[in-house]
Each structure stands twice: as structure tokens, then as C-alpha cells.
């Protein structure tokens, strides 16, 4: 590119979150001011039609459920304190197949632990939280530019799919000032919700082929709407355990699984070799320094950065097959994209670096890789 | 003739119960207000109000227990068409789960109907007293719960509801009905019921069980009404910063600048990653402070680099400004061997191989001793060129003041530039 294309500047991973949902789509945005989202507040407070102060995270889910019952796309984001109170109305919203976006910015805990630590400690909690197990999707960004790609994938899949979906971040991406070239930022299209536009009875939870119901605003003017948080029926009638209402429930972990490839996203740098790093989010950039240094000395690694958390796309589980060693790099202690993909059981094909407090660095990544080669 | 808004779905009280009647009070307070059914949004709570939905013509939106009407406020902000009627129903169970949502709802005052069906108890899982049941209530079976109910309505008019009232099952309350549903702004209208299930078998006056009378209470307000308004681009927000000039460093430089609440550390952060950008570099620059960020340490990590810069951590840094206690206490620990220390004079520091030490107050005042020594370091470095740090300083709203400590620390004339 040209010198003079280029458009420089220093920007933070919060700001290009917010600009790319509002192009993809999103009205409102409903925050409670929680440690690390700050950013975020600030730029959709001068970005999004509508930005509102909730006065706790029950308010801002719930308020975020009533826009997008209504038409507008809702935006809201916490660190886990907030979260784990969002949670029984992420499961309304999931249930009454309502499309938002919730940023969860992960940081240091357990509990209210250390609010300006970041942190890689939520993913289990994302993917045990809607009861039942049903699939919620997650996306997480793995550098600056997936700030803005991963945003405006949210919205979109959040539309597509009619569901919460959330985007996975953490106190370092959001809160660091980096240098960028904008005029390389792909365009971001506005999310054309379709709605239904026929005058036959309309039944706000029967589907037709792809899943997902036909959306229509509650207050419109042609159909009644009903949108029901209880096991329901076509028609959005509470019911027990009816043959239908069951089949409604099951078809909301069917459209996940079954439209996945829509909202897949990784990174896959083949660089041949025994052993291939596997991380994701904020640890994903240390690894690529390491990857720079070990292949700087001719050694052969590779490297598997996760994108799309949940559900997790089986593809990832055919890239990993290729290789011997895998080492999984996260910030957290416990080893939750391990625990994820593997279970708990010994593994010695599987090899950990974990941490708290810091960023993992890429010396540590580099003494990992070196150690999947000793004899077990 | 218009519809009315309950249909003819048998409801599913028990013989008795007072929902069946207020259902009918709300239909027909709606029906004599002209309303037709489609401009209703039906905010429906968890318990026997829940059951509600299938009775209603109405858009309804079944949620969790406590919650009517906290998701009611965000149907109404995201109503963009006018004339539209949001009624949020909720049993005394669920009033008293969502308190501070029905205060919080008067508070804003929306356009909004909360109808909190009190009942005194929570119906659906055996009978249990609620904030609503009133002592008289309690009294039989729970005398040692003498704790008086809340008077919502009293809560609800003093948080700033247009409208409140109580009304009686069993009276003619179609007037209260009536004005609950068509006043501009937040009302509230609290229905004293008797659970048939649950309730005292022999109540003569549902008057002689509550702790408080029928109340009407009226606030002038006018209600919330939200603005939308599209901002600019985030994008445009951002300085484009051109490469003016060239700097020698082929390597990482990891930078900290340590000092206090108050002392434009981030700002001097956020020079010196923007200074290198001027001049070809990639950089990054994060913060560290606590909490309270009035208060304390104040730091600034910075990273410059030829080649683009992925990971954004600084274990041990290059260089080191220091230019407080505070700051000094918090970085100590991160000094290496190989680390310049820049430091202001007065924190003492002798026993380090590899420093700088120099009276950055006195050239920079307590808010520009860091950016001094910035310059200082970066003249006698020649790291980076100080065209690139005044190009930098020149961007700031304080640059005119910038610029002078720059030339004052650096001993070096140069004509001062202001946005």
C-alpha cells in the first residue's frame, strides 16, 4: 500500500469493538460501569443512538431484552461480577430467542478479585451457563483486528441465529492503546434483520427451513407477538412438556450446532512440525511473538488460535489430529479450553502453560514448545 | 365492535381468585378507553399473574419472577412509534423480587402501567408471605412476623410515579383502572386480592386485612421520552499520525513511567507511543492504576518497535522513568540489571548501576517532571528524534505548556505549537 493510503492511527480494541457493532447494526447500548468496560461506555456513548446507564446487571440485560423485543439491536458488557448476574435473564433472552450482544471482558478472580487484572477465567462459565447445556455462541478476539471483525460477527450471528451472543475479551485487549492502519479495516455491512411480512396467522416461534423463527417486533401493528421465557410452543403458549413445546427447546441447541459453519472462525498457521500451540484471545499474541522466535531459529511449530470458543467448531478438533504435541496456552490456572476440548482425564499428547496475575510472555511460550519435545 | 383484550380462553385461576376479576377491570377499563388490543404490550411476571399471556389478545412477553417491570422499561425505550400502552403484571411475590426495579421504573418515569395483583401471598409454591402481606394477614397463622407490609404505593409515588393508587377486589375500581392505564408517565396501580388457595378462609373487608386504605396519589411529571441520536464514526475520532521523520531503534524498547495520581503519566504514555509512530515506529502503551485512580500510582507501559508488536507485556523493562514515591514503590521490583533508570532527584535513588538522576520537578512542575524526563532521555539517547516528541506535544490541548518543558528539560529552543 501506498504511503499516503495509509491512515495511522492509536486506538484502543474498545473503541473498534463499538464502531463495528454499531455499522453491523446496534441501537442500543446498555452498560452498568463496571471495571474493564469503561471504554466500551465511552465510545458508544458518542457512537450508538441510544446509550443508557443501567443501575445493576439484571436492569441491563433485562432492558437490553425489551429493545431487542422491540426491533433494536441491544449491546451491553461486564466483567464476571456483573455477569453472573445477567445470567438468568441471558437464559430469558436465549429462551425468547432475542438477538444482543454481551462483551464479557474477562478479569482476574475468583469473586470480585482484581478489577484491573486481566484474565482468561470465563470460558466454562459460558459454556455451562445457559441451563441445560443448550450451545451459546462465543467469539473472542485475538488482536486489534479481530476486535473488529469478531464484533461485527457477533452482531451478525446474534441476528442470523435469533440469540444472545457473547464476545469474549478481556481487560488487555480493550484497555491497551495500540498503533493501526484503519484504512485496511474491512467494511462492515449493516445486518438486514427479515421479517415476517405475510398475512397468514403469524406464530412467533414456528420455523421454516433454516431454524431460525421469523422475527417480528413486539407493537407492530399486523400480528400478535408473543415471546415467552417458559418451555412454549409455536405459537409462544407456555406448555409443560408437549411434544412440540420439547421439540421448540431442542431446536434451540440444533440451530447452533447446525448453522456453525456460519460463525466459525480461527486462525491456522500451518508451520509443519510435531507441535502446535493452541490458545486463544489475549494469549494468542504472545504466542505469535513465539512462534516468530522459534521459527527465526529454524525450528517448525504451529500455531491454532481459536476464534469461534463455543460451540466449538469440529473442524478444530481435525487440525489438532495433525499433530503430536499440543500445547494449550491460557491465562488461567485451571486449564478451561483444556478442560473444553479434552475433559479432565490424562492426556499425554497434551501439554498446559497457565498462569494468573500476568499475560503469559512468549519466553514462557517458547520454554513450553521446547519442553513438548523432552521423552514423557 | 373493538376487540377487547382478554379473549375467551377459560382462565385458569382458582374459583375465586381476584386475577379473574382484575383481569375483566383491566379489559374493560381499556375497552371504554378506546385501546385497541395491538397497541398493547403485555409484560407478564412468574406466578399466578404469569398465567396471564393465553388470556390476551395483546402482545404479551412472559419473563422471570421480579421482572415485569424492569424488561416493561426497556419494551417502552425501545418503542419508537408513539401511542403504544405497556403494562407490566405482577403478583405481590414478584413486587417485592423486583423492588428496586418498581422503584427505579417510577424514578424514570416512562410511559408505563405497573399492576401489582397483591394477593399476599406467593401462590404457586405453597402460600409463603411476601413484603406485601400485611400484619393483619400474617396475624392467624405467623404472629411472631409482626414486620408491616411495604406501602408501594406510598414507595412508588415518592420515587416520582405520575400516578399511584390501591384498589379494593370487590369495589368499583373502573375509574382507578382507567386513569392507572391512560396517565402520561409511570403508574402504579397496587390490587389488594385474597388468595382463595392460601388466603384466610373468612374474610368479611378486604379493607380490615391490609395495613393501609385506598391511596391516590398523583406526581406532575412529564414522562421520559429517550432520544436517539446516530454519533459520528468512532474512526474519525482518531488523529491520522504521519510519518514525518526517521528513528535509529532497530529494536524492542520496552518504557515504564512511574509516578502519582495527578501527574500526567498516561499523558506522557501516550506522547512517547505517539512520538514513535511520528516517526515510523510501531508502539503500544497501556496503564496501571488503582481504583481509586484519584489517588496513588500512576503507571504507563510503553512499547516501541520496528516491527509490529503483538504481545503488550513489559517483564523487564529498558527504561525506567520514575518520578515519585508512589511510583517508585510500585515498579521496584520490575527494575533489571540492564534497566536505565530515569529518576527525579529527590526520591534518592544512588545504587543502581545504570542511572539518570536530575531535579525533573523543578524543570517540570509535579505535571510535566515525567514529560521532562522524557525529553531529557530522549535527547541524550537520541532513541527517538525530539522533533517527534514536540509533534507529539503539539497534538495535546495543553501542547503550548508541553512544548516548553520539552525545550526547558532539553535545553533547546524551539517555536512553540498549538492546536
Redesign the interface.
Known amino acids: 500500500m501506498a504511503?499516503s493510503d495509509r491512515?495511522?492511527?492509536?486506538?484502543d480494541g474498545s473503541?473498534l469493538i463499538?464502531?463495528a457493532m454499531?455499522r453491523a447494526g446496534a441501537?442500543?447500548y446498555i452498560g452498568y460501569p463496571i471495571?474493564p468496560v469503561n471504554w466500551l461506555f465511552d465510545?458508544a456513548?458518542?457512537?450508538?443512538?441510544?446509550t443508557?446507564e443501567a443501575?445493576?446487571e439484571?436492569?441491563a440485560l433485562?432492558?437490553?431484552?425489551?429493545?431487542?423485543?422491540?426491533?433494536?439491536f441491544p449491546v451491553t458488557a461486564s466483567a464476571f461480577p456483573g455477569f453472573a448476574l445477567m445470567i438468568?435473564?441471558l437464559n430469558?433472552s436465549f429462551m425468547?430467542e432475542l438477538p444482543m450482544v454481551v462483551i464479557l471482558a474477562q478479569r482476574l478472580g475468583p469473586s470480585t478479585g482484581s478489577?484491573?487484572t486481566g484474565a482468561q477465567g470465563d470460558l466454562l462459565l459460558l459454556r455451562g451457563c445457559i441451563s441445560g447445556g443448550y450451545p451459546l455462541p462465543v467469539l473472542c478476539p485475538s488482536?486489534m483486528m479481530d476486535c473488529w471483525n469478531m464484533a461485527a460477527a457477533a452482531v451478525k450471528t446474534a441476528i442470523n441465529l435469533r440469540t444472545p451472543v457473547i464476545l469474549l475479551t478481556s481487560k488487555?485487549m480493550i484497555?491497551?492503546?495500540?498503533?493501526m492502519d484503519?484504512s485496511g479495516?474491512p467494511e462492515v455491512p449493516l445486518v438486514k434483520r427479515e421479517l415476517y411480512d405475510r398475512k397468514d396467522l403469524y406464530k412467533p416461534y414456528s420455523v421454516n427451513g433454516n431454524m431460525v423463527p421469523d422475527f417480528l417486533?413486539?407493537?407492530?401493528?399486523?400480528h400478535?407477538?408473543?415471546?415467552?421465557?417458559?418451555t412454549h410452543d409455536a405459537t409462544?403458549?407456555?406448555q409443560k412438556n408437549s411434544v412440540e413445546a420439547l421439540g421448540n427447546t431442542a431446536r434451540l441447541k440444533n440451530k447452533m450446532e447446525d448453522r456453525l459453519e456460519e460463525y466459525t472462525f480461527y486462525d491456522h498457521d500451518d508451520g509443519d512440525g510435531e507441535t502446535v500451540i493452541l490458545t486463544y484471545g489475549i494469549s494468542a499474541?504472545?504466542a505469535?511473538?513465539a512462534i516468530?522466535s522459534i521459527r527465526s531459529s529454524g525450528e517448525k511449530v504451529s500455531l491454532l488460535v481459536m476464534k469461534t470458543m463455543l460451540p466449538v467448531p469440529p473442524r478444530i478438533f481435525d487440525i489438532l489430529d495433525r499433530y503430536q504435541n499440543i500445547l494449550i496456552v491460557e491465562e488461567n490456572l485451571s486449564g478451561l479450553l483444556r478442560e473444553l476440548l479434552f475433559g479432565q482425564q490424562k492426556n499425554d499428547r497434551i501439554h498446559r502453560i497457565n498462569k494468573i496475575g500476568?499475560?503469559i510472555?512468549?519466553?514462557e511460550i517458547i520454554e513450553g514448545v521446547e519442553q513438548c519435545k523432552q521423552p514423557y | 365492535m373493538q376487540a377487547t383484550i382478554l379473549n375467551d380462553v377459560k382462565a385458569p385461576y382458582c374459583p375465586g381468585c381476584g386475577h379473574t376479576v382484575a383481569n375483566r377491570n383491566m379489559s374493560k377499563a381499556l375497552a371504554e378507553l378506546g385501546v385497541d388490543?395491538?397497541?398493547v404490550?403485555a409484560v407478564s411476571d412468574i406466578g399466578c399473574t404469569g398465567l396471564v399471556?393465553?388470556l390476551l389478545?395483546?402482545?404479551?412477553?412472559?419473563?422471570?419472577h421480579g421482572?415485569a417491570a424492569?424488561?416493561?422499561?426497556?419494551?417502552?425505550?425501545?418503542?419508537?412509534?408513539p401511542g403504544?400502552k405497556v403494562i407490566a403484571l405482577q403478583g405481590d411475590g414478584g413486587a417485592t423480587i423486583g423492588l428496586?426495579?418498581l422503584l427505579?421504573a417510577a424514578r424514570h418515569n416512562l410511559d408505563m402501567t405497573l399492576v401489582v395483583q397483591n394477593n399476599m401471598v406467593y401462590g404457586m409454591t405453597g402460600g409463603q408471605v411476601s413484603g406485601l402481606s400485611s400484619t393483619n394477614f400474617k396475624k392467624p397463622t405467623m404472629p411472631e412476623d409482626a414486620v408491616p407490609s411495604y406501602d408501594i404505593c406510598a414507595l412508588a409515588h415518592s420515587a416520582g410515579a405520575a400516578f399511584s393508587a390501591r384498589a379494593f377486589i370487590g369495589g368499583d375500581s373502573i375509574d382507578l383502572w382507567k386513569e392507572a392505564l391512560s396517565t402520561p408517565g409511570f403508574c402504579l396501580l397496587e390490587v389488594v386480592e385474597m388468595c382463595p388457595a392460601y388466603g384466610m378462609k373468612k374474610v368479611k373487608d378486604l379493607h380490615d386485612v391490609s395495613d393501609y386504605g385506598v391511596e391516590i396519589s398523583r406526581n406532575e411529571r412529564t414522562p421520559n421520552i429517550?432520544?436517539?441520536?446516530?454519533?459520528?464514526?468512532?474512526?474519525e475520532?482518531?488523529?491520522?499520525?504521519?510519518?514525518t521523520c526517521d528513528a535509529p531503534l532497530d529494536t524492542r524498547m520496552e518504557v515504564i513511567i512511574a509516578g502519582s495520581a495527578g501527574e500526567a503519566i498516561q499523558s506522557a504514555g501516550?506522547l512517547l507511543?505517539?512520538a514513535a509512530?511520528t516517526a515510523g515506529l510501531?508502539?503500544?502503551?497501556?496503564?496501571?492504576?488503582?481504583?481509586t485512580i484519584g489517588t496513588g500510582f500512576s503507571v504507563a507501559e510503553v512499547i516501541l518497535s520496528r516491527e509490529s508488536?503483538?504481545?503488550?507485556?513489559i517483564?523487564t523493562p529498558d527504561v525506567m522513568i520514575i518520578i515519585s514515591l508512589d511510583g517508585l514503590n510500585k515498579v521496584k521490583d520490575r527494575i533489571g540489571p540492564h534497566t536505565l533508570i530515569i529518576a527525579d532527584s529527590k526520591l534518592g535513588i544512588e545504587d543502581h548501576p545504570n542511572l539518570v538522576s536530575m531535579d525533573f520537578r523543578k524543570m517540570g512542575g509535579a505535571r510535566g517532571a515525567a514529560l521532562a524526563a522524557m525529553a531529557s532521555w530522549l535527547k541524550d539517547s537520541g532513541l527517538l528524534p525530539l522533533d517527534a516528541l514536540i509533534e507529539a506535544a503539539s497534538r495535546h490541548k495543553h501542547g503550548d505548556k508541553m512544548v516548553a518543558i520539552i525545550d526547558k528539560a532539553t535545553g533547546v529552543e524551539t517555536t512553540t505549537v498549538t492546536n
Not at chain 2, 389478545?57 to 422471570?64: D, E, M, P, S, V
Open positions: 504511503e491512515n495511522m492511527v492509536f486506538l473503541r463499538i464502531e454499531a441501537g442500543a471495571t465510545g456513548k458518542s457512537r450508538i443512538p441510544v443508557l443501575p445493576d439484571i436492569t433485562q432492558w437490553s431484552a425489551g429493545f431487542s423485543a422491540t426491533g433494536t438468568e435473564s430469558m425468547m478489577a484491573t488482536n488487555e484497555m491497551t492503546n495500540q498503533n484503519i479495516l417486533p413486539a407493537g407492530n401493528e399486523n400478535q407477538v408473543r415471546f415467552n421465557a417458559s409462544g403458549a407456555t499474541e504472545a505469535r511473538d516468530r500476568n499475560m510472555t512468549p519466553g | 388490543p395491538l397497541d404490550i399471556d393465553p389478545n395483546c402482545h404479551t412477553i412472559h419473563g422471570l421482572r424492569v424488561l416493561a422499561m426497556g419494551i417502552c425505550m425501545g418503542l419508537e412509534k403504544k428496586q426495579h427505579e429517550l432520544n436517539r441520536e446516530v454519533g459520528p464514526s468512532l474512526l475520532s482518531f488523529k491520522t499520525i504521519d510519518k501516550d507511543a505517539t509512530i510501531s508502539s503500544t502503551k497501556k496503564g496501571d492504576y488503582p481504583i508488536i503483538h504481545y503488550t507485556g517483564e
